[in-house]
């Protein structure tokens, strides 16, 4: 079964740096893509990273490359979102997400949701 939790989040001023973290108390985590998703007020969820189940291979949103990192630790069956260089724009509630096939079967669909992490980013 998959229980998704991210944790991580806070207020943080702008330029400062927040690490997310999302873990999978059903330790299926190891064996899927994962990826990070926002949400800012009034506006719909947008992708962020993802990560292939290896860990071999990232992909980044234009608006965060360059300043995120999505990792994982398929050991501790987590993965993480280092942000860095934060700004204004970047305030939304983060996401973490798992695949619906494992070994990259279906990379990009995503099936399974946390709750989700509050990251603001005051001026």
């Known amino acids: 079964q998959v229980q998704l939790a991210e944790s991580g989040g806070g207020l943080v001023q702008a330029g400062g740096s927040l690490r997310l973290s999302c873990a999978d108390s059903?330790?299926?985590?190891?064996?899927?893509?994962m990826g990070w998703f926002r949400q800012a007020p009034g506006k719909e969820r947008e992708f962020v990273a993802r990560?292939?189940?290896?860990?071999?291979?990232?992909y980044y949103a234009d608006s965060v490359k360059g300043r995120f990192t999505i990792s994982r630790d398929n050991a501790k069956n987590t993965v993480y979102l280092q942000m860095n260089s934060l700004k204004p724009e970047d305030t939304a509630i983060y996401y973490c997400?798992?695949?619906?096939?494992?070994?990259?079967?279906?990379?990009?669909?995503?099936?399974?949701w946390g709750q989700g992490t509050q990251v603001t980013v005051s001026s």
């Open positions: 059903g330790r299926t985590l190891s064996r899927y893509g």
């Open positions: 990560i292939n189940y290896g860990g071999i291979r990232t």
């Open positions: 997400a798992r695949e619906t096939a494992a070994w990259d079967g279906a990379p990009g669909q995503f099936g399974f």
